[in-house]
């Protein structure tokens, strides 16, 4: 009996291999390679079609691409661009101030203004503006409802940039409005409460506590905004004022077989544009961010070097296995 408990078969024969010869295999997830794959090839379609089309006239683009009349519409358009978000965004700040005043007449006025610039079509403005000698055809200080000290004649004074200017900025300040009065009002109530328990004055309040933290809420949005106001100056050319988009058109009408390669020179100078802007963006962002997240988000170089590391790395453990 005793010999045959000892010479008995255990039930497993199979050792456990070691730990550190265990490899654990990746979840696969092959929808995610097959619609990566499909959007590969629809992107080099995309890619191979613009390269060989010879309708895009590419030698016509680099002909277009860097001559004075573009450049100088290049100019045009960025300095509309600084002056209309410059004074969009004061009168967005004085607006946005007025909608969260105890004044009623303030909070009316502002609400006003707001409705009806987000109303109209910003073409609407600027043609008005354009045409404004027409209803008045001089402006005059003085006083209200009394004698006038200094009279100007509205059609010198409006030229087309300021005309252009003017429009753009109504336009931009109603919106800016509502982005700023957003980022206020995202601000924690505690913030407000915790200052004028202090007893700092108002405007110190604002400006070195509850406007600070709100650009984190508002610096996103309103670059939204600035990158609508560089496509929006596209407009001007109704104004008689020739930006980028005007320069396009008017050699467009002067050389009929260029149309579509210039199309694509201010498709590439708005592209620019607006790409400088959003990098802009991501380091303001990144600048205020800072005492509301743990850690600052990684810069674009930080995360390509991040990722070789990781590349690297993963290497190196798949040959030592």
Known sequence: MSESLGSAVPLSTTEP?????????????????????IVLIVVAQIV??????????????????LRPTILDGLLITLEVTLYSAVLGLIGGILLALARLSESPVLRAVSWVYIWLFRS?????????LYNFSALYKTLSLGVPFGPAFLT?????????????????????????????????LSVDQGQHEAASALGLPKGYQFTRIVFP??????????????????????????????????????????????????????????????????VVQFYVERYYSRGALRSLPPTPLQRVRTGLRDLRARARKEAAI
């Open 17 to 37: 291999r070691p730990a550190a010869a265990q490899r654990v295999l990746p979840l696969r997830h092959p929808g995610r390679w097959i619609a990566s794959a």
């Open 48 to 65: 191979h079609g613009l390269a060989t089309n010879p309708f895009f006239q590419w030698d016509r683009f680099q002909y277009w691409f």
């Open 120 to 128: 109209v079509p910003l073409i609407v403005v600027l043609l008005f």
């Open 152 to 184: 100007f004649d509205e059609s010198r004074l409006a030229t087309d940039m300021v005309v252009a200017v003017v429009g753009l900025s109504l336009n931009e300040a109603a919106y800016a409005a509502e982005v700023v009065r957003g980022g206020i």
């Open 213 to 278: 933290q709100a650009l984190r809420s508002i610096t996103p949005n309103y670059v939204n905004q600035l990158i609508g106001l560089i496509k929006g100056t596209s407009l001007v050319f109704y104004v008689s004022l020739l930006d980028l988009f005007g320069s396009v058109q008017s050699m467009g009408s002067t050389y009929p077989g260029d149309i579509v390669p210039l199309l694509l020179v201010a498709t590439a100078w708005y592209l620019i544009l607006t790409s400088v802007v959003s």
